[in-house]
């Protein structure tokens, strides 16, 4: 170690680099943990919010799926409870009752 006096009677005493090594060395690794751990802690949130909105995601289209099924559901219904719907839609595609007779136009 080095003493020194300044001008107004105070002493100073100036330690060598290598006692600072150690404290730099400490500094240096305690500064990269908490970057490293502010990249993983980034990381994973990011992986969270990216999971959620998928999950959010198949949540819109499951309940879409539910809407459906019962709306498929309350047009099977009516089919088994009302003879004229189940007629339209036989008509629809293409169906005749018997003794019908089917004219096709000719094509031009």
């Known amino acids: 170690m080095l003493s020194v006096v300044t001008g107004l009677g105070k002493t100073i005493t100036i330690r060598p680099l290598r006692s600072f090594i150690p404290q730099l060395l ?13 990249i993983w802690t980034g990381a994973t949130l990011y992986r969270h919010m990216d999971a959620l909105a998928a999950s959010q995601l198949e949540q819109q289209k499951i309940n879409a ?6 709306l498929l559901e309350d047009r099977a219904k009516q089919a088994k409870q009302d ?6 839609l036989a008509r629809r595609q293409g169906f005749v009752k018997r003794g019908e007779t089917v004219i096709v136009p000719k094509a031009r």
């Open 26 to 38: 400490l500094t240096f690794l305690l500064a990269a943990g908490l970057v490293q751990l502010t």
């Open 65 to 70: 799926l539910k809407l459906e099924l019962k």
């Open 83 to 88: 003879k004229t719907y189940l007629e339209r």
